[in-house]
C-alpha cells in the first residue's frame, strides 16, 4: 500500500488524539475530587442567589439541599422568579414554610434587565444580599449537605477571587441523554483540569459559584454580564483578570434534569459549542485534535479505499484505539459519580464522538442558538441578540 502525506497525517493525528486522551485521563487522576477539609472553621456569612423558572419532578429536592445545609455560619437564600404565575413559586412556598428557621426569602424578579433573563434575575437577587460573600447557582443543582463548609475554605485566602465545582449530570434518562452524559461526565471535567495543566483557569464553572461582592463589583457587576450568553465564562474571565485566583473545589455538585429527546440534546451541544467557539476561539479549534474516536475513524475509511477493503488491514486503527477511549471515558465517567451504571452505555461513546465531529463543524456556520425557548445570535465577543 502506498504511504502518502494523507495516510501520514491520519497516522500522526490518530496518535496525537489517543496522547492526548491519556493526559487527559492522568490530569483527572492527579485532582483530589470528592476529598473533604480536615478543618472546616472558616464559615463566614454568605448569601445564595438562586434564579429560577419553572419546576419539574426533581426541582423541590435540589432547592431543599441549599435549606439543610450542615454550615456554622449564617445563610441568607433568595429564590428569584420572573413571574408570580411560575410553578416553581409554589414549591419555594412550600419549602420556606417546611424550614421556618431559615432565612429565605421568594423574590419577585419582573422587570428584565437584558437579554439574558438568569442573569437579570441575578442583578434583581443581588441587591437585597446581606453579606460580602454570595452563592450563585443554577436551579437544577443540587449539593451535599457539607458543600458550603467545605467549598468555602479556599475563600479564607483574600487572593481567591471565586471558588467553583465540577458538577454531574446525575438523571440521564433517555439514549439522547446518555449520550450527553459521557460529554459532562468524562469529558468536560477532565479537559478543564487538562487546560489547567497550561495555564491558571480564567473562567468558571456556573452550576455553583462562591463569590466575593467586592470582586464582582470591581469587575462590573452582574450588569455587566445580562448581555452574554455565556455569563459564569465572562464573570470567572474578569475575576481572573483582576488578578484574583479562580479554584475548584473537589466537591462535586449534581445537574437533576428532566426527561429530554435528541432534538433537545442536539441544540443544547451545538449551544455550548457555539459559546465556548465565540469566547475562546483559539483553544476550541484545536479541540478536535483531542477526539480519539474521529481520527481513527477516518484512518480506517482511508485504509478501506486504499486496500479495497481488505478487512484484515482497515479495522486495525478503530479495534486498537477505540477501546482506548472508550476504557478511559467509562473509568474517568466512574470517578467523577461514584457509580457502574454507565457502563452498560459504553458503545454510546464512539457515537458521542462522531455526533461531537459533527457539532464541532456545524458550530463555525452560524451563529444562532436556540435557549430558554427563544432564539438568538451570538455575536463576536459573545454578547446575546434576540
Not at 457587576?221 to 481572573?240: K, M, P, S, T
Request: with cysteine; charged share 20%.
Amino acid at each position: 500500500m502506498e504511504f502518502s502525506l494523507l495516510h501520514g497525517s491520519l497516522i500522526l493525528l490518530t496518535a496525537l488524539s489517543a496522547l492526548l486522551t491519556l493526559w487527559q485521563w492522568l490530569a483527572a487522576f492527579e485532582f483530589p475530587l470528592h476529598r473533604r477539609e480536615k478543618n472546616t472553621s472558616f464559615s463566614p456569612p454568605v448569601t445564595l442567589l438562586k434564579p429560577l423558572k419553572g419546576a419539574d419532578a426533581e426541582t423541590k429536592a435540589c432547592l431543599r439541599g441549599w435549606l439543610e445545609q450542615d454550615y456554622a455560619g449564617a445563610v441568607q437564600v433568595l429564590f428569584g422568579v420572573a413571574s408570580p404565575q411560575d410553578p416553581v413559586c409554589e414549591i419555594v412556598r412550600e419549602l420556606i414554610a417546611e424550614f421556618p428557621k431559615s432565612d429565605a426569602q421568594l423574590v419577585l424578579c419582573e422587570e428584565q434587565l437584558g437579554p439574558n433573563a438568569k442573569v437579570s434575575t441575578l442583578i434583581h437577587l443581588e441587591r437585597l444580599a446581606k453579606h460580602e460573600l454570595v452563592i450563585v447557582s443554577d436551579a437544577d443543582v443540587r449539593v451535599p449537605n457539607d458543600y458550603l463548609a467545605n467549598a468555602i475554605q479556599p475563600l479564607a485566602d483574600p487572593k481567591v477571587g471565586l471558588v467553583n465545582s465540577f458538577y454531574k449530570f446525575a438523571n440521564p434518562s433517555t439514549y439522547p441523554m446518555h449520550w450527553e452524559a459521557v460529554a459532562v461526565n468524562a469529558d468536560f471535567w477532565s479537559q478543564v483540569l487538562q487546560s489547567q495543566k497550561l495555564k491558571p483557569i480564567d473562567f468558571a464553572l456556573g452550576a455553583a459559584m462562591i463569590i466575593r461582592r467586592e470582586t464582582l463589583n470591581a469587575t462590573g457587576g452582574f450588569e455587566r454580564l445580562v448581555h452574554y450568553l455565556a455569563d459564569d465564562y465572562q464573570l470567572g474571565n474578569g475575576i481572573a483578570k483582576a488578578g484574583k485566583q479562580i479554584v475548584i473545589s473537589p466537591i462535586v455538585v449534581e445537574c437533576w434534569e428532566a426527561p429530554k429527546n435528541f432534538s433537545q440534546i442536539w441544540q443544547h451541544q451545538l449551544r455550548w459549542a457555539r459559546t465556548i467557539r465565540v469566547c475562546q476561539p483559539v483553544p476550541f479549534f484545536f479541540s478536535i485534535l483531542g477526539n480519539a474516536t474521529i481520527w481513527p475513524f477516518l484512518w480506517t475509511i482511508y485504509l478501506a479505499l486504499k486496500t479495497g477493503g481488505d478487512l484484515k488491514v482497515m479495522f486495525l486503527p478503530v479495534l486498537i484505539f477505540w477501546p482506548i477511549r472508550m476504557f478511559i471515558a467509562l473509568n474517568l465517567q466512574e470517578k467523577l459519580t461514584g457509580s457502574l451504571l454507565h457502563y452498560r452505555y459504553f458503545w454510546l461513546i464512539p457515537i458521542k464522538d462522531l455526533l461531537g465531529f459533527a457539532i464541532w463543524l456545524l458550530s463555525f456556520f452560524g451563529n444562532k442558538v436556540e435557549w430558554r425557548g427563544q432564539t438568538f445570535r451570538v455575536q463576536r465577543g459573545g454578547e446575546l441578540e434576540p
